[in-house]
T-cell receptor
């Protein structure tokens, strides 16, 4: 069973606030990913990391930023939240076997 | 990544087998066929993957056409908990990123 955690699960916040979505995994995986998914729509990769101090932008442009200072931790930050950032954010990780394990997601609503 | 084509939706009755098709006519020799599913209000979960031969695991079976241009995910006895969006994805080994399409919405009737 995969051990990947996301907090908070739900977040309602006002426009202009800075937010950080947390993602942690206890499997020692080198690769970690952030996906964004609007209700009923496809998942889109917005950031990924292949190891500590490695981050890359994904297929969908995003105003968010990420950092990878520790193997197990891959937080996503929005400096100034806007209503257009309202979405579900899903974190995933994978190891040498290459299967991706997903967290439960964070549902973000920006008012 | 090469593109896959799946039906938008399928329906099944509980305890009956379900065959979910996927077309990938532009697949390359190094592309693996991965299947993930996403239950309502959850993140996706891995189901199965294969390269050329048919594959079985505790969740499902994967049947791959001889020319590899199509594949079928088989759920042997559908349950209500199998109702989900099923994604067929092509990926080179260790490439990392997954490119999700629309997937197939599977509805299971009691």
């Amino acid at each position: 069973e995969a051990d990947i955690y996301q907090t908070p699960r739900y977040l309602v916040i006002g426009t202009g606030k800075k937010i950080t979505l947390e993602c942690s995994q206890t499997m020692g995986h080198d690769k970690m990913y952030w996906y964004q998914q609007d209700p009923g729509m496809e998942l889109h990769l917005i950031h990924y990391s292949y190891g500590v101090n490695s981050t890359e932008k994904g297929d969908l442009s995003s105003e968010s930023t990420v950092s990878r200072i520790r193997t197990e931790h891959f937080p996503l930050t929005l400096e100034s939240a806007r209503p257009s950032h309202t979405s579900q954010y899903l974190c995933a990780s994978s190891g040498t076997v290459d299967t991706q394990y997903f967290g439960p997601g964070t549902r973000l609503t920006v008012l | 990544d090469a593109k896959t084509t799946q039906p938008n939706s399928m329906e099944s009755n509980e305890e009956e087998p379900v065959h979910l098709p996927c077309n990938h006519s532009t697949i390359s020799g190094t592309d693996y066929i991965h299947w993930y599913r996403q239950l309502p209000s959850q993140g996706p979960e891995y189901v199965i993957h294969g390269l050329t031969s048919n594959v079985n695991n505790r969740m499902a079976s994967l049947a791959i056409a001889e020319d590899r241009k199509s594949s079928t995910l088989i759920l042997h006895r559908a349950t209500l908990r199998d109702a989900a969006v099923y994604y067929c994805i092509l990926r080179r080994l260790s490439y990392g990123k997954l490119t999700f399409g629309q997937g197939t919405i599977l509805t299971v009737h009691p």
